[in-house]
Nanobody, 126 residues
Framework: QVQLVESGGGLVQAGDSLRVSCAATGGSFLEYLMAWFRQAPGKEREFVAAVSRGGGSTDYADSVKGRFTISRDNAKNTVYLQMNSLKPEDTAVYYC???????????????????WGQGTQVTVSS
């Protein structure tokens, strides 16, 4: 099982960019589909983006498509989420998730992911 640690969150203004990272240790990173979810105060956790094991395929929630980019560096055991044109509604705790059995077809369902990070806060002021 991998352990996941997110970093890179912070306070930014609307329109700014921010990149959050998720470093994986303790497992074979290449075996895992990687995804980002987020949870805003008073709301349920929602899917943001996912990337295939090789990094060649991605999926995005409609709310972030065209603004966010997920990528992974398998040599560094790290997955990234580049967030551009940030909006106040992007404010949330961002969580990294990993699973060995999922594919992009099933990546959007948050239930059952085998590994989660502790989350990193992203706050976008208007």
């Amino acid at each position: 099982q991998v352990q996941l640690v997110e970093s890179g969150g912070g306070l930014v203004q609307a329109g700014d960019s921010l990149r959050v990272s998720c470093a994986a240790t303790g497992g074979s990173f290449l075996e895992y589909l990687m995804a980002w979810f987020r949870q805003a105060p008073g709301k349920e956790r929602e899917f943001v983006a996912a990337v295939s094991r090789g990094g060649g395929s991605t999926d995005y929630a409609d709310s972030v498509k065209g603004r966010f980019t997920i990528s992974r560096d398998n040599a560094k055991n790290t997955v990234y989420l580049q967030m551009n044109s940030l909006k106040p509604e992007d404010t949330a705790v961002y969580y990294c998730a990993a699973d060995r059995t999922r594919t992009l077809v099933t990546a959007r369902k948050d239930g059952g992911y085998s590994n989660w990070g502790q989350g990193t806060q992203v706050t976008v002021s208007s």
